[in-house]
């Protein structure tokens, strides 16, 4: 897999984390990382809040970029941005093309929803690139050995841009369960969400079934973390579309709700739709 791994960094314990975390990814698919400095500014970080963020010198970003870098096992670069994270990771993004972009999310639990940073939302839509965000508490382990993929009923058309993300599962290989959440009234069965999935073409090249499980809930985001436990899944699929992260209204999203509260890493794919 001739592709890179975009991680940021703000170097805080979520970053470094995440970042050992796309590091074990990569190993198994020979891909290389793009270490990318952001400022700590809004990056889903507790310290925003309170005015204690220390601001660092070039000297010392460029040092610590390769304290971070010189442990991997595989090949890594290292940037520094200067421009807010939209604009700095849009422009990585055009010159590295990455199959992912990695971000670390620290513990956000004791913060209201309305304080956290929709770092998630602002980079979908400044990149429409798949967004791998990795909770500093998650003890997943790496490469994933069960994925998770949360579907509806709708059908899935997936940009272009998340073809790396289909051969990263067909090399990785994982044991896959595609999860539907209904009414508790209704059924719970993962036909169409099934369907949805293998004719999006995700699941193209893997070797295991396709497995089903279904969830009664009447909130979807605690139903498909439900269904993430049950499934006992490492790595939960999430397909992005248009109106979660586009609308004003995204810390109340499904999708958000989500990012925000689930402790296993989230994959986020971005749709047409």
Known sequence: MAASFLVLTDFTPAADHALRYAAALAAPVQATLVLLHIRRETLLDPDAFTGTIRHMSEGEIAAALQERVQPLKVSATVESAVDGVEGAVADAVRRHAPALVVLGKPDTETTPD????????????????????????????????????????????????????????????????????????????????????????????????????????????????????????????????????????????????????????????????
């Open 114 to 273: 309305e304080l956290v940073s929709s770092t998630s939302l602002k980079l979908l839509r400044a990149t429409r690139t798949p967004l791998l965000v990795v909770p500093v508490a998650s003890q997943a382990p790496v490469p994933p050995r069960c994925v998770t993929i949360a579907a509806d009923n709708s059908s899935i058309d997936l940009k272009v841009q998340s073809a790396g993300v289909q051969e990263l599962l067909e090399q990785l290989q994982p044991r896959l369960t595609v999860t539907h959440v209904a009414e508790p009234e209704n059924s719970d069965s993962c036909t169409l969400a099934f369907n949805a999935v293998t004719t999006s073409g995700l699941t193209k090249g893997t070797n295991f079934r396709v497995l089903t499980h279904g969830v009664r809930h009447r909130h979807i985001a605690a139903g498909i973390l439900l269904a993430a436990a049950e499934t006992k899944a490492d790595l939960l699929v999430l397909i992005a579309r248009r109106r979660s992260f586009l609308g004003q209204l995204f810390n109340r999203s499904v999708t958000s709700q989500v990012v925000l509260h689930g402790q296993l890493p989230v994959l986020l794919l971005p749709a047409m739709d």
